[in-house]
T-cell receptor
Framework: RKEVEQDPGPFNVPEGATVAFNCTYSNSASQSFFWYRQDCRKEPKLLMSVYSSGNEDGRFTAQLNRASQYISLLIRDSKLSDSATYLCVVMRGSNYKLTFGKGTLLTVNP | DVKVTQSSRYLVKRTGEKVFLECVQDMDHENMFWYRQDPGLGLRLIYFSYDVKMKEKGDIPEGYSVSREKKERFSLILESASTNQTSMYLC????????????FGDGTRLSIL
């Protein structure tokens, strides 16, 4: 099993759609979880941290299921500006090293 | 806002050259990291440093070395550049807390001819 595995995508959705990304991780000792977004030819930028109780930031909702080692990101009311690659990121234990998923490309169409 | 600055956006070097990539952060972060990103392979950790003069190998350290003489600066060195080191190189920094994310620089697109 890969350390971090994401939906391969790509996802093409119309504006206003709801889209969900899923991610699984293999290391049960993982302590911290994040979603990053990366625009074409740019650096990854933190979208949101993922907490055990689930968390929401505007149109974005992140969920964590430690028992199933599963993370999700839900984007509601998609905007054209949401078009990017979304990276699921897991911290390996307590040594600050991050493992990145390969990313899922989202294209929001007018 | 955290600012991580990489010295060059684009760099072209020749096979066998010694190449230095510089990274500076302005937030007094203890941890600094070097990654490379290749299509289909995602981001892979080359080296990281959790303190001045401290370094630890990442997943793909072969052909690279690093230097951290000052807290704010972390350098990646390609001892003898090869064509398979053509890639996007990304520097990141973070605080020493497990719940803290890493903040990335703009990246250096390095081509080895």
């Amino acid at each position: 099993r890969k350390e971090v595995e994401q939906d391969p995508g790509p996802f093409n959705v119309p504006e206003g759609a709801t889209v969900a990304f899923n991610c699984t991780y293999s290391n049960s000792a993982s302590q911290s979880f994040f979603w990053y977004r990366q625009d074409c030819r740019k650096e990854p930028k933190l979208l949101m941290s993922v907490y055990s109780s689930g968390n929401e930031d505007g149109r974005f909702t992140a969920q964590l299921n430690r028992a199933s080692q599963y993370i999700s990101l839900l984007i509601r009311d998609s905007k054209l500006s949401d078009s990017a690659t979304y990276l699921c990121v897991v911290m390996r234990g307590s040594n600050y090293k991050l493992t990145f998923g390969k990313g899922t490309l989202l294209t929001v169409n007018p | 806002d955290v600012k991580v600055t990489q010295s060059s956006r684009y760099l072209v070097k020749r096979t066998g050259e010694k190449v230095f990539l510089e990274c500076v952060q302005d937030m007094d972060h203890e941890n600094m990291f070097w990654y490379r990103q290749d299509p289909g392979l995602g981001l892979r950790l080359i080296y990281f440093s959790y303190d001045v003069k401290m370094k630890e190998k990442g997943d793909i350290p072969e052909g690279y070395s690093v230097s951290r003489e000052k807290k704010e600066r972390f350098s990646l060195i390609l001892e003898s550049a090869s064509t398979n080191q053509t890639s996007m190189y990304l520097c990141a920094s973070s605080l020493v807390r497990v719940d803290q994310p890493q903040h990335f620089g703009d990246g250096t697109r390095l081509s080895i001819l």
